[in-house]
């Protein structure tokens, strides 16, 4: 069984995003620090004095760029690490399902609780209704897609519908492979 997922995977999410979380607090400490001078410089000025209008405008352009600063970095980086993680952390809890199904397709990029996956179709059969259902098993978009083509059998191990590990038990090979398997045969046996 070839294993998607190490030990190292949720090590270095998690450094990941302790990085992310002291680049955010470092850079929130330092817009802490400018707005709480620019209060303390705006009230030590005398009554209508010219400079409080600079130091109303440089506390708006800090502000106004902290916040275009927080909204993509918490909204996608920090969001997308966090949601990694606890996909990361949930393969240690809950059950997981073993299987051997028929690889039917690929279908397009998705977002599964907040990580991209690439979507991959089995076959399954249905015993009541004598048909084919089909099952979508969701593979890590971060880990390089497995080298299933139409028709493989593969032993399946997911969790939640997402991908741990896979064997491909029947794999289809092409002409070239033939080929070489059958010249290598013949010449074994002269």
């Given at each position: 069984m070839i294993r998607?997922?190490?030990?190292?995977?949720?090590l270095d999410a998690v450094k990941q995003k302790?990085?992310?979380?002291?680049?955010f607090w470092i850079v929130t400490?330092?817009?802490?620090?400018?707005?709480?001078?620019?209060?303390?410089?705006?009230?030590?000025?005398?009554?209508?004095?010219e400079r409080g209008n600079i130091i109303v405008a440089v506390t708006s352009v800090l502000m106004a760029l902290y916040l275009i600063f927080c909204f993509p970095y918490v909204g996608i980086c920090l969001?997308?690490?966090?949601?990694?993680?606890?996909?990361?952390?949930?393969?240690s809890e809950g059950l997981k399902e073993s299987a051997v199904?028929?690889?039917?397709?690929i279908e397009d990029w998705t977002t599964r609780d907040g990580v991209d996956v690439n979507v991959a179709v089995f076959g399954v059969k249905n015993i009541k209704r004598d048909e084919i259902m089909y099952r979508h098993i969701y593979v890590d978009g971060e880990k390089e897609f497995p080298p299933f083509r139409a028709g493989d059998m593969v032993k399946?191990?997911?969790?939640?519908?997402?991908?741990?590990?896979?064997?491909?038990?029947?794999?289809h090979e092409t002409e070239g492979e033939?080929?070489?398997q059958q010249q290598t045969t013949q010449q074994g046996e002269v």
């Open positions: 998607l997922y190490s030990d190292r995977d949720l302790r990085k992310l979380f002291l680049i400490g330092v817009v802490a620090a400018g707005f709480l001078a620019c209060v303390i410089l705006y009230l030590r000025l005398p009554y209508h004095d969001k997308r690490v966090r949601s990694y993680c606890k996909m990361l952390r949930f393969f199904l028929p690889f039917v397709d399946l191990v997911t969790q939640g519908n997402l991908l741990l590990e896979y064997e491909i038990l029947t794999p033939t080929v070489i």
